[in-house]
């Protein structure tokens, strides 16, 4: 059993590292994955670079942020599917930029051929239930709330209806971004990741359409670990930076139940802002960062040299449960950062 257990690390990362990359076609549409192609149900997993750029204006407006809420049959796996529930019919939901001051206006549609009621409450809100109490509509039906952008930072947004972590795990969650008045430091690459989990009957790597457990979700096992709504979703469509650039990457955790210690394997946040506290100053030099569930955190880093990077969980059994991504950065070498040694001679011995 142990040898079994290792192979599988091993397979797992060996398949982030030497995971094919999808490029996205230069009409600026997101590329198709071959792989999850074949799969049953549409393409759910949203892609890292899916995400507004910085505001250049520095003044208050009203902006207008309209979500609907469909229930769909989305990609798992690799010829797994389950029947997501989303907002914009994606995982995570749309990444909302707005700035500090900003009068903001929500609709949300529950699509008519829902089973469920769906709302939303948006953590970067200061009023009743988050907006959630405004937003309760039964299928078919549309609601709406105003609210002022009173607090910069990045915050997460998440269906509030009963029963409210199965609503989560189904994949209704997302992030806002609330910008200082000033702005964000530049950043060469931008990047929107989340987290979530998934409670299926069928255990992970079951062929065909999953049903939801609520047993496993009472009792949080998880069957898969996700990040952008589906297995390896951002492994085998990787983020993508050049040597030299500083990588922004906005990170959330949907959950509804786990904590995730946030690490990419061979670099180091240069600056980490816990807790998505972008206001405060940063932490540097960090390693791995902690973020709860319904939390979010902003973290930047140069990339000095080529390569795979793997974004990780450092819980990192949940690697074996579909929970890896990539960085792949191009570039010189930069033998002064790092240099692999020449390969050893199998037929070498150390004299012992």
Not at 14 to 40: S, Y
Not at 141 to 149: D, I, L, P, R, S
Not at 299 to 313: A, E, N, S, Y
Request: aromatic share 8%.
């Amino acid at each position: 059993m142990l040898n079994k257990f290792l192979a599988g690390a091993a397979s797992a990362l060996a398949f982030a590292l030497a995971a094919p990359v999808f490029a996205a076609p230069t009409d600026g549409r997101h590329g198709e994955d071959p792989a999850r192609a074949t799969a049953p149900g549409v393409d759910i997993a949203r892609d890292a670079t899916d995400l507004p750029p910085p505001l250049a204006r520095r003044g208050p407006e009203t902006v207008r942020v309209h979500l609907d809420t469909v229930e769909v049959t989305g990609q798992l796996g690799d010829g797994t599917s389950y029947r997501y529930w989303t907002f914009n019919g994606k995982v995570p939901g749309p990444f909302v930029r707005v700035r500090v001051g900003d009068t903001v206006e929500v609709t949300m549609k529950n699509a008519a051929d829902s089973m469920m009621m769906h709302n939303v409450d948006f953590h970067a809100v200061t009023g009743p239930g988050g907006g959630a109490v405004a937003t309760m509509a039964a299928p078919g039906e549309t609601k709406g709330f105003t609210f002022k952008a009173l607090n910069p930072g990045l915050y997460v947004y998440h269906c509030a209806t009963p029963m409210v972590a199965q609503h989560i795990a189904n994949g209704m969650y997302g992030m806002i971004l609330v910008e200082p008045a000033e702005g964000l430091p530049k950043a060469d690459r931008e990047f929107y990741v989340m987290q979530g989990e998934l409670y299926t009957e069928q255990p992970f790597g079951t062929k065909g359409e999953l049903s939801e457990s609520v047993d496993k979700l009472l009792a949080e096992a998880p069957e898969y670990y996700v990040f952008n709504g589906a297995a390896d979703a951002l492994a085998k469509r990787p983020l993508n930076a050049k040597a030299g650039e500083t990588v922004r990457i906005f990170f959330g955790v949907g959950g509804p139940n786990k904590t995730s210690s946030f690490h990419v394997i061979g670099e180091i946040f240069d600056k980490a802002y816990p807790l998505a506290s972008i206001t405060s100053a940063p932490m540097t030099d960090v390693q791995t960062i902690t973020v709860p569930p319904g939390g979010a955190a902003m973290t930047d880093f140069k990339v000095d040299v080529p390569g795979r990077f793997v974004l990780v969980d450092h819980a990192l059994a949940r690697m074996e449960r579909g929970l890896k991504g990539l960085l792949v950065v191009e570039g010189e070498a930069r033998p002064e950062v790092f240099k692999p040694s020449q390969p050893l001679d199998p037929n070498a011995h150390d004299g012992h």
